[in-house]
């Protein structure tokens, strides 16, 4: 590893929360590994929870070899193949997610939000042969999927993992009372529950996965724009997995006794690692939420089941806090809560540990790092740090002249390590622009370090502002605004006029009669005149992914 004041602090910061500097051997290399040690030591533990319905292990086990053995009776799919998810938080996707794997397939991660134009061009450029869709969805795929290479379109309803007579009726409000499921005439289409059946497990022949090999293919903008096909690979997976296990062992994590609140989507890598790679790991229980946004719906959830872990992001912690239901749960099992997606702000984090009594770990990292890069140590969390980097990973700051910056100099971030991505799939011209010739990723965030190891985001390159030729960061903005009383979410974009580039801030008021004025006084007390806002435009709400990232390109656009 490189021996530079920004390496140095790091292994230091390791030393000091016993952080390996090296990931150690381990007999986990592949997915196939993970299944057969969560098998043996977890297997009567229950796994994924999804409206009142619980799978254990075992029964996670049993399906997927069974849908396993159906996708390898298929005579057009082959290992390495691609099979693409398209499914929100059901008790269906760790099902599918581990029958692909186990199978040999590459598992695609879809958006089920994707507009048919999204949804084409991810399966065009994946090659997709096969997709595993939820009902209610088909109305897009049905625009699209005859200009496609998908042979077999693999169709789930709600509750098809339920047993009777709830399956039915779940299935069939939503089918004939909600209409929420459109009409289809595919004649390359199955039930999810009829291939099911179909799967004979004593036919099912073990995968032999070299670590080497692909086993996802996760879509992202990127640090490109254009959404891309991040390759990542058993190893990559698999590696990451180990690395961010020593949050766990922080917040003394007891394997197969404890409870994540999965509000997030799985196909999200954030959500991925954390509800599959790590759930599997340590045979904890994941309780699905389907929808999020739904955040009386969601509450009862949590009041049904007592959580020892929350991953979140900053909008919805921030939605939380402002329900009154949310702040008189009972949070006494708590010990673990996680930020990441986006940066989260002091103001919010606060109020979280004021009401919960458990400090978020806010993180940091990117599909192209497999996910989790680095985060802060649960009892040692320093807010507006995303944390320590963990075993094996090398970080670099570099300056726009392409030398290396030393502590508290903010820099283009740069990784190393075993959870860095192959590549993007059949894209090298986008490769070698992220990945330079010493194998260096380069996140396209802008990063400082500071003496005791501990990185901060400062932005993305692309979204800083240039005021007056300063370097102006939205999210210190952002922060400060967050802070005021009656503003309940904010985003600050670069507006442009014949002078150059200033501040222009989007605020969802909490109050209708909130003025420009107040807003620009309020940020005077806190911010140098040229980070002012010189625009406030004032919503009801501001553009989000289906993750709950505000979405500054398109209010910049």
């Known amino acids: 590893m490189e021996n530079t004041p920004v390496m140095e602090a790091l292994r230091k910061a390791r030393d000091k929360y016993s ?7 381990s007999e986990i290399q592949t997915f196939a590994d993970l299944f057969a040690s969560a098998q043996k030591n977890f297997a009567n533990r229950p796994a994924y929870t999804c ?10 086990d049993q399906l997927s070899t069974r849908l396993a053995a159906a996708l390898q009776q298929r005579d057009f799919l082959e290992p390495g193949d691609r099979v693409a998810i398209h499914l929100p938080n059901l008790l269906q996707y760790p099902v599918v997610a581990m029958a692909i794997l186990k199978a040999g397939l590459v598992l695609v991660n879809v958006n089920p939000l994707y507009t048919d134009r999204e949804l084409e061009n991810l399966l065009k450029d994946s090659g997709a042969k096969m997709i595993f869709t939820f009902a209610c969805l088909c109305a897009e795929l049905n625009q699209i999927i005859k200009d496609t290479e998908v042979q077999e379109v693999v169709v789930t309803e709600f509750a098809d993992l339920h047993d009777n007579p709830k399956r039915m009726l779940i299935n069939s409000v939503l089918r004939y009372i909600k209409r929420a499921v459109p009409k289809l005439d595919w004649p390359c289409s199955i039930a999810f529950r009829s291939m099911l059946k179909s799967g004979d497990p004593d036919k099912f022949a073990a995968h032999q996965a070299s670590p080497q090999d692909i086993s996802v293919l996760q879509y992202t903008g990127g640090t490109t724009g254009a959404a891309k096909g991040v390759m990542l690979t058993q190893a990559n997976l698999m590696g990451n997995m180990r690395q961010v296990s020593q949050v766990y062992d922080h917040a003394n994590w007891e394997k197969g006794k404890m409870r994540m609140m999965v509000p997030l989507p799985m196909y999200h890598i954030y959500a991925f690692d ?6 599997l790991s340590c045979g904890h229980e994941s309780i699905l939420v389907t929808n999020p946004r739904d955040l009386d719906g969601f509450i009862k959830e949590m009041k049904a089941y007592p959580f020892d872990g929350f991953m979140g992001l900053n909008t919805l912690f921030n939605g939380l806090l402002n329900k009154e239901e949310f702040c008189s749960l009972d949070f006494s099992r708590l010990r673990l809560s996680l930020s990441g ?11 979280w540990e004021e009401v919960t009594k458990n400090g978020i770990c806010e993180g940091y990292g990117l599909t192209e790092s497999s996910g989790i890069l680095c985060v802060n140590i649960p009892g040692a969390t320093r807010l507006g740090t995303v944390g320590v980097a963990f075993a094996s990973t090398e970080l670099r700051l570099m300056n726009e002249e392409g030398q290396a910056c030393g502590l508290n100099e903010p820099g283009e971030l740069c990784f190393k390590g075993p959870n860095a991505m192959r590549g993007y799939w059949d894209r090298p011209e986008a490769t070698a622009e992220v990945i330079d010739q010493e194998g260096w990723i380069h996140t396209g965030d802008i990063a400082v370090m500071d003496e005791l190891g501990s990185l901060s985001i400062v932005d993305r390159k692309k979204d800083m502002i240039i005021v007056s030729g300063f370097n102006v960061y939205p999210n210190e903005i952002e922060e400060v605004v967050i802070g005021h009383p009656d503003v309940v979410e904010c985003a600050a974009v670069a507006g442009k006029n014949d002078k150059g580039e200033y501040v222009k801030l989007f605020v969802v008021p909490a109050r209708p009669d909130l003025t420009e004025e107040e807003i620009c006084n309020y940020c005077r007390e806190e911010l140098t005149a040229y980070k002012v806002p010189r625009e406030v435009v004032f919503r009801e709400e501001l553009p989000k992914s289906n993750v709950g990232k505000i979405l500054r390109k398109e209010l910049r656009e």
């Open 19 to 25: 952080i390996p500097q090296e990931l150690p051997n």
């Open 51 to 60: 409206r009142g319905k619980t799978i254990t292990f075992a029964e996670l």
């Open 274 to 279: 954390v509800s599959f790679c790590h759930a």
């Open 341 to 351: 997606g986006m940066a989260l702000t002091r103001p919010i984090a606060e109020r």
